[in-house]
């Protein structure tokens, strides 16, 4: 564990900060260079706060939202042989709290075969990932062989912190919930290559695995990001207040937007916009930007990627797909990966 990294331990749960800047800096500049893009976005790092976190956990209660229900089941159905995959002594960093039910699937897993495994969630928010690492420590309360902590950061803090201490310990990462797909496909080949071809030893060279839905049932698709309960939306906009937030004013009034979520069949991606519902000038800072009456601003997509594309986002990164495992439908997929120059044997 880097030594730099601030930390604090409450109800003996080690949580460190490992990002490089205050994130509302970041995000700052992330929501001006969106909005001089060609094609208008925000940074849908924006809907991951706590409100967007509370929300976002309703929506996967939901029964319009199958991604969930399918992940789970290809979960419980090969547990065993997806953790087979992970050795004894290796660290185990999942890429987002989690969903506290799979990741106490995976963890259990770990100790009924006894295997010493030092589990890390990662989280831009630290409440979030407080809750979520006490709750998990309470689904575990006799864990012997699985130690649980977090790191406060984004992607990038953690690639960097990697690259900073040193990869002196065989690691895995965990990427569920299809978020690899809330990338374009070439910036996931860009995170994928980040990720797993930080400089280790032969011996140590990195994990992942990842979760990708590839489902092209549009009707499915629409209904589950796009509830009829309006949650859907409710979660979009949120990200709106949070910009507000960051950059000190309303500066998007939520009343003068409107949603809309499209499938774009070229791209196999749901996309979610803003749209403003007139004419209206932003002003941040010393930078104006115009939008036109009806100009949609991008908030967050999700591609729907079957097997071929998994394959070809790999072989961009320089990634070779081990093994997967898919749901009865062949829809839902784990994919476990690493970098293509290393012998495959685990």
Known sequence: MDSDADSSNTQATQIFNIRKCASHIDLYHQILTGLR??????????????????????????????????????????????????????RLIELGAGNLHKTASVLRSFE????????????????????????????????????????????????????????????????????IA?????????LLADFLHVETAPSHSPKMIIAVDGCQSVDQILNAYDMPNKLSREFVFNGL?????????????????TFVGKWNP???????????KREMTLDIGDNRFHVGAGEKVRAITS??????????????????????????????????????????LL
Request: hydrophobic content about 35%; some cysteine.
């Open 241 to 257: 207040s949070h910009a507000n937030e960051i950059l000190g004013s309303e500066v998007l009034n939520p009343q003068h937007w």
């Open 112 to 179: 009924q075969t006894r295997k010493h495994v030092d589990y890390f969630a990662l989280d831009v928010s630290h409440a979030a990932l407080q809750s979520s690492i006490t709750e998990l420590k309470a689904q575990l309360p006799f864990a012997s062989y699985v130690t649980i902590s977090g790191l406060i950061g984004s992607y990038d803090d953690c690639i960097s912190w990697l690259k900073q201490s040193g990869a002196t310990v065989k690691t895995t990462f965990l990427w569920l919930g299809n978020s």
């Open 37 to 90: 893009a060609d094609i208008k976005q925000l940074p849908s790092l924006l809907l991951w706060n706590d409100r967007g976190l509370e929300l976002f956990s309703r929506i996967l209660n939901s029964d319009e939202y199958y991604p969930r229900s399918r992940e789970r089941q290809l979960l419980q159905t090969h547990i065993h042989d997806i953790t087979r995959s992970i050795s004894s002594g290796e």
């Open 182 to 190: 809330n990338f374009e496909p070439e910036e996931a080949s860009r």
């Open 303 to 344: 591609g729907k990627w079957p097997k071929a594309k998994v394959a070809s986002i790999c072989q961009a990164a320089g990634i070779k797909v081990l093994k997967d495992w898919s749901d009865e439908e062949g829809s839902y997929g784990l994919y476990l990966l690493r970098q293509d120059n290393f012998p495959t």
């Open 266 to 276: 070229l791209k196999s991606m749901h996309e979610s916009f803003y749209v403003a």
